[in-house]
């Protein structure tokens, strides 16, 4: 069997992420999984109010991925996007955006950036609802 062909961007974030890791103190936490598949992503996030516009903003995330090589690539991808963001601009982060951002998926894997997306929405739903 051949193996998937992925971009160099993808094989970057997946060999070497940054964003891996878990935040002890974190504000919030989102999970998700994937029905398909049984991979599961998790999302923690320090948030913190900019002393200038007095608004929130997500001051580090770190991801926890049960996954694929799509799934990690996009894991870290999405924390790369959101990081420093305001709570607000951090809803609007879509997969669209994650795959561009990790410069394109395999067509079959491209239902795995879809984690990225949920999990960074429902630590922001965590967050909001405390
Ligand atoms: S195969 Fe499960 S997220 Fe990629």
Redesign the pocket.
């Known amino acids: 069997m051949k193996p998937l062909e992925y971009s160099k961007e993808a094989k970057k974030h997946f060999f070497s992420p940054k964003y891996a890791g878990e935040i002890a103190n974190a504000d919030a936490i989102g999970q998700v999984g994937?029905p398909?598949?049984?991979?599961v992503m998790r999302v923690f996030l320090k948030i913190k109010k900019d002393k200038k516009t007095g608004k929130e903003k997500i001051e580090k995330i770190r991801f926890k991925t049960m996954?694929?090589?799509?799934?990690i690539a996009s894991s870290d991808v999405v924390c790369e996007l959101a990081e420093g963001k305001t709570i607000e601009q951090a809803r609007k982060i879509t997969r669209k955006d994650i795959l561009k951002a990790v410069k394109g998926l395999p067509p079959i894997?491209h239902?795995?950036s879809l984690?990225g997306e949920e999990a960074l929405n429902k630590a922001l739903d965590n967050y909001e609802k405390k």
Do not use: I
Not at 36 to 39: A, E, K, L
Not at 67 to 71: D, I, K, Q, T
């Open positions: 994937n398909s598949c049984g991979d996954g694929c090589v799509a799934a894997k239902h795995c984690l």
